[in-house]
């Protein structure tokens, strides 16, 4: 099992262009997750998906939209980036909501100029 | 909302120390907490998951345990090793059923040779 997959790895885009963050897993999970983790301020929730066919917003998810796509998938979507979305971004899985171990992705570095 | 605060920020020990990790949290309202270990550059990886029924949990040379009541979980690492050496981080689920993970900044373990 691949567990949770990214794509890119690592992404620089000029202020004001868009592109969606891959995420999928191979663990059957029902709920998956996006974070982003800047310097000093720990990973904070972006949005997350607790079953197929819903997603809900987290701490932080203005400038973001998310689609699950099917059980396995869950893209991140960033319409008009902006430096402030300079950062780390994970995607996790779980089996179910509040129910089990999240599992992590190795992340996708992107840089806004 | 529930706040994560995990001491000390930093630590560096010789190899061969037992070492505690501490992590406090202001909602007691947890299903689960889960402690995590991150390489630079690298994912997150999951070391042990502790239900909220449970005081503690082992694997290997660690060991977690949970007081919900006094919103407090410690992670024991016994016989420190250079390749312990990463950032811990630890992360209750929020109340209600998504599963949400809240983040402590961690801790961050040099263990030297």
């Known amino acids: 099992n691949a567990g949770v997959t990214q794509t890119p790895k690592f992404q620089v885009l000029k202020t004001g262009q868009s592109m969606t963050l891959q995420c999928a897993q191979d663990?059957?999970?029902?709920?998956m997750y996006w974070y982003r983790q800047d310097p000093g301020m720990g990973l904070r929730l972006i949005y997350y998906s607790a079953s197929e066919g819903t997603t809900d917003k987290g701490e932080v998810p203005n400038g973001y939209n998310v689609s699950r796509l099917n059980k396995r998938e869950f893209s991140l979507r960033l319409e008009s980036a902006a430096p402030s979305q300079t950062s780390v971004y994970f995607c996790a899985s779980m089996p179910l909501a509040g129910d089990g171990e999240q599992f992590f992705g190795p992340g996708t570095r992107l840089t806004v100029l | 909302k529930q706040e994560v605060t995990q001491i000390p920020a930093a630590l560096s020990v010789p190899e061969g120390e037992n070492l505690v990790l501490n992590c406090s949290f202001t909602?007691?309202?947890?299903?689960?907490l889960q402690w995590f270990r991150q390489d630079p550059g690298k994912g997150l990886t999951s070391l042990l998951l502790?239900?909220?029924?449970?005081r503690e949990q082992t694997s290997g040379r660690l060991n977690a345990s949970l007081d919900k009541s006094s919103g407090r979980s410690t992670l024991y690492i016994a016989a420190s090793q250079p390749g312990d050496s990463a950032t811990y981080l630890c992360?209750?689920?929020?109340?209600?059923?998504?599963?949400?993970?809240?983040f402590g900044k961690g801790t961050k373990l040099s263990v030297k040779p």
């Open positions: 663990m059957n999970h029902n709920s």
């Open positions: 909602d007691s309202a947890i299903y689960n």
């Open positions: 992360a209750p689920t929020s109340g209600g059923s998504q599963g949400n993970l809240i």
């Open positions: 502790i239900q909220s029924s449970q």
